[in-house]
């Protein structure tokens, strides 16, 4: 019989919570210690209206999940205001951490944790979705192994549509929560782009970015933003707004010397993969070539994230990302959002 690993979750508010719930309640390998959520009334909203959480213990105060020896690791969901802090209490109290992107505002707190986790020898996974996406993982192979030859140029696109406020949806991914975030729709989005670029890239030595609001919906808020990343030879470019028609054309590009691999959109189902080969090699043929993708939805990708995480601190395996790559974006993002000159 596998010993089950005992996972809580702390908060429910990040748009990704009722998901990594999902996937640990699935999980054969996983038992679920219960949830914590410090804030009374979105308790007894999810309680009365979720039906993810059903039938989960719910803690009356944090000391008594925290301080639970039982309890391997903790999913940290909180909102992206709050989450750094509830990250630092779980690293504090000894156990490993999935925590839902991105981590946070402040660097020196983020380095901190870092460093206490290494400490403790305790794994900090980010909740960044797209590591665990079949089309993300063989373009960036090809990226990394040199396939596409000297990769001069990255361009993503990820735009979305986010409602105005709370009253709008039953989620916080919302323009007013958003706007508490100095680089609004990059802060909030822009990791899952750049866990892809600095894994392929490195860390680039100038970031320059564009945060504007275009829509006057909400004014403080950056609704329309560019984060440019230099490297030694290469360009990334990433660009994000809020106001995109439904279904958005989301899309990822890699240029390298040699050849050209598009993730075509959308991302969410996997679709296919445009690449063009200067000349024949891999098994595919010289020019263009379609490779179409199997249909894979986020849920699946984050069944594979708890996968990883939890082989992960089993010591079954080495982590998908060390933990220097982990501060790694997020300084980059912070650099581009004005959180790290």
């Excluded at 999980?27 to 989960?56: I, K, S």
């Amino acid at each position: 019989m596998i010993n089950k690993v005992r996972i809580a979750q702390y908060s429910t508010k990040h748009g990704h919570a009722g998901s990594k719930m999902d996937a640990m309640r699935k999980n054969a390998e996983v038992e679920v210690a219960g949830v914590y959520e410090p804030d009374p009334e979105r308790r007894r909203q999810v309680q009365a209206n979720d039906p993810t959480y059903r039938d989960l213990h719910w803690y009356n105060n944090v000391e008594e999940m925290l301080n639970d020896p039982t309890i391997v690791a903790v999913a940290s969901e909180g909102l992206n205001r709050e989450s750094l802090d509830h990250t630092e209490a779980i690293i504090q109290a000894g156990k490993h951490c999935w925590y839902d992107k991105p981590a946070g505002d402040n660097w020196q707190q983020w380095q901190r944790i870092i460093a206490l986790a290494e400490e403790k020898n305790l794994q900090v996974q980010m909740g960044y979705m797209f590591r665990y996406h079949i089309g993300f993982q063989q373009v960036t192979e090809w990226a990394r192994t040199g396939f596409l030859g000297d990769v001069f140029s990255v361009r993503a696109h990820m735009s979305t549509w986010i409602p105005y406020a709370r009253g709008d949806n039953l989620g916080y991914n919302t323009r007013d929560t958003i706007a508490y975030h100095k680089g609004g729709l990059l802060f909030d989005l822009g990791g899952h782009m750049l866990d892809q670029i600095c894994w392929m890239l490195g860390r680039p030595h100038r970031v320059t970015s564009f945060l504007r609001n275009d829509t006057g919906i909400v004014p403080e808020l950056a609704d329309n933003t560019l984060g440019v990343f230099e490297f030694e030879r290469a360009f990334a470019m990433v660009d994000i707004a809020a106001m995109e028609t439904r279904p958005m054309a989301r899309r990822f590009e890699i240029y390298g010397t040699k050849g050209s691999a598009i993730l075509v959109e959308p991302f969410e189902p996997a679709n296919a993969i445009r690449l063009c080969l200067e000349e024949a090699a891999g098994g595919y043929e010289k020019g263009v070539n379609t490779i179409q993708l199997r249909q894979q939805q986020r849920d699946e990708a984050h069944e594979l994230e708890l996968k990883s995480f939890v082989a992960t601190i089993r010591g079954e395996q080495a982590p998908d990302r060390p933990l220097s790559h982990e501060l790694l974006v997020q300084e980059t993002l912070l650099r581009a959002t004005g959180g790290v000159e």
